[in-house]
């Protein structure tokens, strides 16, 4: 008899609305880039002017950088690239994640111990070095940000779903469904997976985030997506050496990493007391 778990419908609060509201928008930027710059991103003109300021090309609401280009548009640009990659990067390390985490737990045995020790491998190296390493071996590109994502990160996710699925296993619902025959795919899929989506949902929010600053984090490095690509990292590093006098250079491009990574870490912790207040309930179907 297989159980599907039925989140509850109860509202989320309002700093999880609002915190969805600053997720939204920096979305909304990211598809309609074209539509919502003021200016090419790329476009030089005068150097260096200050917020509100005028030159030939019109009013800069943010300013414009060293080489004349214009701030807001490179902020609202480089909202592209660092959502586009974070979400394909945790995408792509929960694939490899939850694969090797639901095998292990519900099979066991010889795989388990297998696949524990690979991820514990993978842990043992620092976070940071192997970010590095792997960018700076492969180059700055979209796809090596992703492999250094997954390889960094899926160990940490295999461990968490494996747990899940280990307490899992044992219930009444999935001993149901494997006296009835269901092969083991389908108890995967359709029974175990609804069931720890939960506690998931709310650690992809904290790691999209986290992704979103180690990819600012590489840019600022200069190993980030290559030029003229607008970065919010790159931004920064560009920006660090007049920022004393012109400090509007890094401060908006810091303001929009931490925006985005705050309203992600808001969301995670709304849906984590949603969870915690509220427990999965399991239904037939």
């Not at 899926?154 to 779903?161: E, G, K, L, S």
Request: proline fraction near 7%.
């Amino acid at each position: 008899m297989r159980r599907v778990g039925v989140l509850p419908l109860r509202a989320l609060p309002l700093r999880a609305w609002i915190a969805l509201g600053v997720a939204g928008f920096w979305l909304l930027c990211a598809f309609a880039a074209p539509l919502l710059s003021p200016f090419d991103p790329l476009r030089s003109g005068s150097p260096l002017l200050l917020p509100l300021a005028r030159d030939g090309m019109g009013m800069h609401l943010l300013g414009t950088d060293m080489l004349g280009r214009d701030i807001l548009s490179r902020l609202i640009w480089g909202a592209r690239p660092v959502l586009l990659w974070s979400v394909l990067a945790t995408v792509c390390a929960y694939a490899v994640g939850i694969g090797g985490g639901m095998a292990a737990g519900y099979a066991s045995g010889a795989a388990d111990r297998l696949f524990s020790f690979l991820a514990t491998v993978m842990q043992s190296f620092p976070l940071l070095i192997l970010y590095l390493l792997i960018v700076m071996r492969l180059g700055a590109s979209g796809f090596n940000i992703i492999v250094a994502v997954t390889f960094s990160t899926a160990p940490a996710i295999f461990r968490i779903v494996r747990a899940l699925v280990a307490v899992e296993r044992g219930k009444d619902y999935v001993l149901a469904a494997v006296m009835q025959g269901e092969r083991p795919w389908r108890i995967l899929l359709f029974d175990l997976l609804p069931n720890v989506a939960g506690p998931l949902l709310v650690d992809a929010c904290l790691r999209l985030g986290y992704t979103a600053i180690t990819i600012g984090l590489l840019g600022f490095l200069g190993l980030g997506l290559p030029p003229p690509t607008p970065d919010w990292g790159s931004m920064i590093n560009e920006g660090r050496g007049m920022a004393i006098v012109f400090p509007h250079l890094i401060l908006f491009p810091c303001l929009a990493i931490s925006s985005l990574m705050l309203s992600l870490s808001v969301l995670a912790d709304a849906l984590g007391h949603r969870g915690d207040s509220t427990p999965l309930r399991r239904t037939n179907a």
